[in-house]
């Protein structure tokens, strides 16, 4: 019996509640913006008069200076216009909040208005996440489609060098940091505290902030593109990061601004689940995409402060004439490669590790099978985040840096395939000669290891030195990491939607539409990447806006993949609004998953449990033979109406 104490919420009528302040009321994202751009707005103003001019310091560092400045203000006066530090103050003053007034910063009772204030409720926090990803996603996907454009036939006039590779930058670090939030932010937030049995996140302010945080670091990322672009790529490799125009700075105050977001949410998400699991709850007993979910923001505690360093110093060197990483002035750049890389590569399994965790909750629920081995899954998580933090180095083979250190790092980067590929065994074990009911959400999986195993095959050979040498800076890179990322992480978030987007919007997906739009999306992807890496195969530099025409042929098919890509994308995205507005309402628990997320009901309440759960088993007993349930089990069998028309029942218990 895997589960818990779930009792019908008490709906007799409450005592009435005083009102709260009106000051608080009044503060929503309009407010913050207005504030943030009158504030940003006087920081430039003032910083321009009083910082030295360009006859006392050079022009460049005057200028990089009141850009930063004004964007780090931008960012401070929005999240005091949406109420960031209301309850901080008046903590201060001696006048702390009230229970109505926390009842009001949770959202109750305040419909879609919620969305737009700082609300600490983290189904809310993680619905803003979800809508926020999406949007990053539109705004990299049409970057992209503008860079495959231009190369689609030699010779194109559509972009110049500058701009092409602007884009390109602008592209990479819009993708990235889409790709870190986009299982971590929504479902961590929403699904993961249900999961484990808790009422809310520990700190639900700190929730609230780690997600306005990121949305005020949006516009400043965007205005880079006018101030000059990021012609560095997203990597922003020093001394050219040194020599870019203003929108490097946008770049660099994006980053810290990032880097203090996710800190606070990791902070609050491991505290959350060390902390608050439900009583009964042991770490053998925890689902196991609580474990991806808090070892992914665990390891970006350690890994997102390197780059956050490397910013601020960077900041240092354009906006006060410092020379940390300017060789003349006795500055290296190797230190920026090594501060850099210290977060990039733990950063892909950021990525990574929560959006497996999430096919390995998927695939037990529609194989009706228990995970196949949950200590081997949770030994490959712990495994991937061992040695992500000793592989940094196979990104500087070709740098001459500590040539001797090219070996161990070789190992390291191999041995790291070893705990990754028993998470895909696991996977395999999961499905073989499972009753596998096949939905949308049960596709992602199987296209994930056709992309993923692709992607990490290629990513073995490209750890030896000898074929990086040959091989870095081509675009057979650009395809091994996109089928990492994107034909891995992102696919697997696909599945990921498609499996709790019932319990998230209380409606239930049109998986027509949506598998129209997957099947289109993943053919288009396929053919984009192997394109590419012909194209890379045969010598095809990254970043280049007109290549040879030798490559004529691998770009207009990775160009045409690209725009299959894209309606795919658009039709999943219009699978998800038409859902969400006018689907059909979904039942409680429409796949008969046992974990604590499916015993609630749906809509979720406020405080998500009525009394708290007990939980009395592990959540992946599948086809094993009933327990004599407890007086206060709970019965999760799957209904009679998550059956659709012809489809074979589900076997095996689900009690």
Known sequence: MSATTVETPDTS?????????????RLNAVTGVVLGL???VVAWQVSSRLLPQPEELSHNHHDDAVMIITFSVWAIGFLIGIGAFVGPVRWLLGR???EADEEFLAGKDQGVARYFRFTTDHKVV???YLVLTMVLFGVGGLLAMLIRTNLIRPGSPFLNPTEYNAIVGLHGIIMIIATIVMVTGPFGNFIVPIMIGARDMAFPRLNALSFWLLFSAVPVLLAAFPLGGIATGWSAYAPLSDQSPLGMDAFLVTIVIFAVSSGVAGANMTTTVVRMRARGMSWTRTPIFVFGTTTSVALGLVAFPMFMVAMILLAMDRGLGATFYVASGGGSPWLYANLFWLMGHPEVYVILLPAFAALLEITPVFTRKPLFSFTAAVVGIAGIVGL?????????????WA???NGPFMVTTEMISVPTGLLILVLLGTLWRGVVWTRLPVL??????????????TGIYLSDVPVDQAEHGSMFVTAHFHYTLMGGALTATMGAVAF?????TARMLDERVGKIGFWTAQIGFNITFLGMFAVGLAGQPRRVADPSSTFAAGNLVSSLGAYVIGIGMLIFLYAIVHSWRNGEPAPGNPWGGKTLEWQVPTPVPLENFAVPPVVTSDFYSYGEPPETPAPESVSVSRPADAVAPGERPLEGSAS
């Open 13 to 25: 009528p409450a005592a009435p509640t005083p009102e709260m302040g009106g000051f608080i009321r």
């Open 38 to 40: 009158v504030l940003a």
């Open 96 to 98: 702390d909040l009230t």
């Open 126 to 128: 993680g619905i803003q």
């Open 388 to 400: 992500s933090l000793f592989v940094w180095a196979h990104h500087m083979y070709v740098a001459g």
């Open 403 to 405: 040539p001797a250190l």
């Open 444 to 457: 992602a999986v199987y296209f994930v290891l056709w992309n993923f195993i692709i992607g990490g095959v």
């Open 500 to 504: 709790w987007f019932p319990k998230m």
